[in-house]
């Protein structure tokens, strides 16, 4: 989802706007969230774990973005991947 999405997410009791705005998340920001709840913020080299959602996570999740979990890796099919040009 984007920072944009996340904002709509959180409940008060989660991490604060400052915080998130803190950590670099902005409204283009691309964040994940794992099975977990963990809120993850898209960097260049990696994943940045920022902390956590609570309660009804995932349904607030879906409802408010429409994003539902992407499948994993193994259930892809990976093997039709065309080489980017």
Known sequence: ????????????EELKLHELEAAGVHAH???????QGD???RRPD?????????????HRVIEKTGLNWSAPLHDSHIDDCKPCN
């Open 39 to 41: 809120l993850e913020l």
């Open 46 to 58: 990696g994943w940045q774990i920022l902390g956590g959602l609570l309660g009804d996570f995932e």
């Open 1 to 12: 989802m984007t920072g944009e999405q996340l904002f709509s997410v959180l409940l008060p």
């Open 29 to 35: 920001s691309i964040i994940r969230v794992n099975l």
